[in-house]
């Protein structure tokens, strides 16, 4: 398997595996690799596979081709460890030898081993009435819960929308103790707001589809 290994300008390290007919490099975007560095044109070098053997030609590049240190014009024949240079880009060609690759079967720890193989027998084993049961009432206890959590996240964010759109204080405490008994299930509400006093200037009540607001006079303002 050949495959190149791509050196950018900033130090930057990549890997193409070459395995299409033909592989072309450039600038632009259509290209199978991009190099995007104003030095590579946007249609600039192609690779490609023959007869188990690699070639690169130049498309009519700005700055050409420069293999192994020498720049070149027509299409020529990679070898393994050869360097071209497309720009400020090296790309290097390496070929690696499938045969030589070998995968052997991991070996677990024995402790990891024995931990699976208790779990496995576990596993094995047939299950009580009283435990499924009790699987049964804990994923229901859940998912009551999730629905729970769901609903609270769709009132919120229907009431931030709407605390959003309101400016006048009373629409706004309508809006809060419309979002309260939502969530507490209760039919009616009221809130009271205080001043910097602690005497209680206004008050509202609530209930569900109606409400109203009234102004309470401070015994300290009379």
Known sequence: MA??????PDG????????????????GNANDLVLNDASVSRFHAVFKLRDNSIFVADRGSTNGIVLNDQKINKETELKDGDVALLGRYRLRLENVDDKGLQVR?????????????????????????????NELTDLAGRVKKLERENYLLTVLY?????????????????????????IEGVERGFVMLFDERKVHDRQLRSNRGSSFFRQLHSPLDA
């Open 3 to 8: 495959r190149l290994i791509i050196s950018s």
């Open 105 to 133: 079967r991991g070996e677990w720890p024995s402790t990891l081993n024995n931990l699976m193989r208790d779990r496995t027998q576990q596993a094995a084993l047939p299950r009580s009435s009283d435990t499924h049961s």
């Open 158 to 182: 229907e009431a931030g929308k709407a605390l959003n759109s309101k400016l006048a204080l009373e629409h706004i405490c309508e809006q809060v103790i419309s979002l309260a008994c939502l």
């Open 12 to 27: 930057k390290n990549g890997i193409l595996e070459l395995n299409k007919p033909v592989i072309t490099v450039g600038r």
